[in-house]
């Protein structure tokens, strides 16, 4: 168990710890992010926007002289990962926008990632360089080659100290295998391969084979108008390489194993809750649909997002989830009007914390909300530059559905629609996240931290 995690929700103060990003004056498209994943130990964060860049921040050292503040999160590096591109074929314009970005694990002094578009996954590779070599014997300072006749001695290179300088160097691309947009990538327990999914495909790759994906999902009917559902999100068991579960459109998750056949059409179990009937409404389809899954870093459990609910299956378990979360209830009232704004179709994240006591999901308002699954207590939070000053703590939120409105409380009539949180991240081992509230990066811990 982590430190500070049993007694969550009585221990933990949230406090502001840093936020990025400018003001909502001027804003513009390509600034929204659109991703944000930390890296496996935590120690450096990545964002993705729609306007195709990647932003990481490196968390700077404990200063000695405030050891009970954690180092911050700076820019370490930014770069544009994607650009526009169109499909002549289709006479489509594919958008820049970063879906997902995923770390690989650690082997060296470098840092590798991959990050995504509709269409694209890129491998990037993350380096320092700190020193140039000067002396060569080809070529004179500024890098043009000499003339080899006027060469009449040889030289021994060197290596000169430089100002520090963070490259980002696309290593692979991985293009040409997805019809529709791809929605999630992931990387598999064996570090060799990950698999990319689009609405009616899963393909696996090889890191090193860019020409060629192996496609081990395919819903896709002989007949389109036959289609009835498609693939919302997928993810790699976090320690059997041949195991990944996938969700759908109409609430169902498939746990699919590689080992059974080479194209997992027949899944090995099947999770899906039966419909209480009397809940029934012209909205009950569009809200089941499964916007998010994620295991838990055990193994043990799937944790999946819907529109109104966090629900947590046990592998063991496929009939109905042992936990269901309301995430925000009072909205069941609103559908029609959330279903003209298109809000309806928005696609919410959820995530553990480090020991999987604790999930995380976002909400509209620019609120996001917390669950303890040991206490079963809850809490609203709200990411805003009106608490932003260091170290200001989090006051809960709560909103009142009709009737008298507490002094502290928020009418369900006037949250802010425009205003959600899609996007969350958790530290692996700490008690810090960071939630992207539009263009904005907010950064929170523990008051312990």
């Not at 809960?396 to 996007?423: A, T």
Request: glycine fraction near 4%; charged fraction near 25%.
């Amino acid at each position: 168990m982590i430190p500070g995690f049993e007694n969550f929700m009585q221990d933990v103060l949230w406090c502001f710890s840093q936020v990025k990003g400018t003001t909502d004056i001027g804003l513009i498209e390509a600034d929204i992010i659109s991703t944000v994943e930390f890296n496996h130990t935590g120690e450096l964060l990545a964002t993705g926007d729609k306007g195709g860049r990647v932003v990481i921040f490196q968390r700077e050292q404990e200063s000695k002289n405030q050891p009970h503040r954690r180092g911050e999160y700076n820019v370490y590096s930014t770069f544009q990962s994607h650009e526009p591109e169109f499909d002549y074929l289709k006479s489509l314009e594919i958008e820049e926008k970063i879906n997902k970005i995923r770390w690989l694990p650690q082997q060296n002094a470098a840092y590798f990632l991959l990050s995504t578009n509709d269409k694209t996954v890129k491998l990037w590779k993350v380096s320092e360089r700190d020193k140039r070599p000067e002396g060569y014997n080809l070529k004179d300072e500024d890098g043009r080659l000499r003339d080899p006749s006027t060469i009449t001695t040889l030289r021994v290179p060197v290596l000169r100290p430089m100002d520090l300088m963070v490259e980002a160097t696309p290593r692979r691309v991985f293009a040409n295998a997805h019809t529709y947009h791809i929605n999630s990538i992931s990387v598999n327990s064996d570090y060799e391969t990950y698999m990319s999914a689009d609405d009616l495909r899963i393909n696996l790759w090889n890191f090193e084979i860019t020409n060629q994906s192996f496609n081990i999902v395919d819903i896709k009917p002989a007949n389109m108008e036959e289609l009835t559902e498609v693939i919302t999100a997928a993810e790699f068991h976090p320690h059997h390489c041949n195991t990944f579960v996938y969700s759908s459109s109409k609430g169902t998750i498939r746990l699919c194993d590689m080992r059974a056949s080479a194209l997992c059409d027949r899944h090995s179990k099947f999770f899906e809750e039966p419909e209480d009937p009397s809940n029934r409404s012209f909205f009950s389809e569009i809200i089941s649909s499964i916007s998010d899954v994620k295991f838990s870093h055990s193994g043990r459990y799937i944790m999946t997002r819907d529109y109104l609910t966090v629900k947590v299956w046990d592998l063991n378990m496929e009939n109905r989830p042992i936990e269901t979360y309301q995430v925000h209830d009072y909205l069941r009232s609103k559908l029609c009007s959330l279903y003209e704004n298109d809000c309806i179709f928005d696609k919410f994240e959820c995530v553990w914390n480090g020991s999987d006591s604790v999930i995380m999901t976002g909400s509209y308002n620019n609120f996001f909300r917390m669950f303890d699954r040991n206490t079963k207590r809850d809490v609203t939070l709200e990411a805003s530059r009106e608490n932003s000053k260091p170290r200001a703590i989090l006051k809960p939120r709560k909103v009142c559905v009709g009737g008298k409105r507490r002094k502290d409380e928020i009418s369900v009539d006037s949250l802010d629609f425009s205003k959600k949180i899609l996007h969350t991240a958790w530290h692996p081992s700490e008690n810090i996240i960071a939630v992207a509230a539009t263009n904005n990066l907010y950064i929170f811990q523990d008051k312990v931290n």
